[in-house]
């Protein structure tokens, strides 16, 4: 059966092409730019904290995640309509 599809890979390439919006939002954003302020903002506020407990995980990469999960979910809700 080489060469033939199976329903996996079907619903597989329906996914890869329905998650190319997100890498398309991904390159029209210049991140640099935004991670300079973040860092900015995070040293002023490292410096004014006296004890750290636990590393915290970047802020920077926090807010991306949030912006990608707030687009995937529009992105999903519009096709819907």
Do not use: H
């Amino acid at each position: 059966m080489i060469g033939a599809f199976r329903l996996a890979d079907i619903f597989s390439q329906r996914r890869l092409k329905k998650n190319t919006n997100l890498g398309v939002i991904n390159t029209a954003i210049t991140w640099k730019l935004l991670d300079k302020r973040f860092e900015k903002k995070m040293t002023l506020w490292r410096n004014q904290v006296v004890e750290f407990r636990m590393k915290a995980f970047p802020a920077f990469m926090m807010f991306k995640i949030l912006l990608f999960s707030l687009w995937y979910t529009m992105m999903k809700k519009g096709r819907k309509t």
